[in-house]
């Protein structure tokens, strides 16, 4: 599954030794494992030893896509309708969050964002609202795991800084990604809590800086804390 994760990667096709590295198993075995996913149609070679996603991979891709419980796109759906801007859906995916869903707004511009991009924990506003809902000691270990790389000038990047704002992000109930993860984007997000409370992924609004104002977003929480109840139950 790692190898997959690894030949679905955005900048893809990708060498034998940039899959092995990512999914962090020994160089022959992967060749092995691609050899047999390659056969099945899950993984496809160019002949030039690189490897992309199959057409079985993008099947089953648009299956699971396509089979999310019923509300989740009428959930979303509300939440744009009710704040005018873009917004995401994200599952936790280990050391990182994965879009699974957008919806654009119907602002004349487009976010770089797409379904199926993997994002930082650390520096994204439903990464951060995940992480605020997690036991300190698993935080800690995916610092040590992934670190806090800066993403712009103002990405957190000491466990200290972090910290402090993952309890400023327990007690409003949702979390601020400030031109933390891109420039001049700004991003309010929401954890959705999961079986037994653990965040399942979350959910976000997104807007620019040149036209949304951070007291502007900020009004958008009771919209997005709504949705984030909503979804609990369906993820």
Known sequence: ????????????????????????????????ILAALAEQGYVRADGE????????????????????????????HE??????????????????ITYIRKLES????RTASRTGMRMPLHSTAIGKAVLA?????????????TGLPRRTPGTLTTPQALAAELEAVRARGFALDDEENEPTIRCLGAAVPGPGGRPAGGVSVTTV????????????APAL???ARALSPLL
């Open 225 to 227: 804390l709504e949705a």
């Open 209 to 220: 800086t040149f036209l949304v104002s951070r007291e502007e977003i900020e009004s958008y």
């Open 133 to 145: 809902q997690l036991p300190p000691g698993e935080v800690q270990e995916l610092i040590a795991a």
């Open 1 to 32: 599954m790692r190898i997959l994760e690894a030949v679905a990667a955005p900048g893809g096709p990708h060498r034998l030794t940039e899959v092995a590295a990512a999914a962090a198993v020994p160089k022959s075995s992967t060749h092995r």
């Open 79 to 96: 939440l744009r309708r009710a704040t005018g801007q873009t917004v995401h859906l994200a599952l936790h995916t280990g050391e990182t």
């Open 49 to 76: 030893g690189r490897y992309g996603p199959g057409p079985r991979l993008r099947a089953l891709s648009a299956a699971v896509a396509g089979a999310e419980p019923a509300g989740v796109d009428e959930i979303l």
């Open 106 to 109: 119907d602002q004349p511009f």
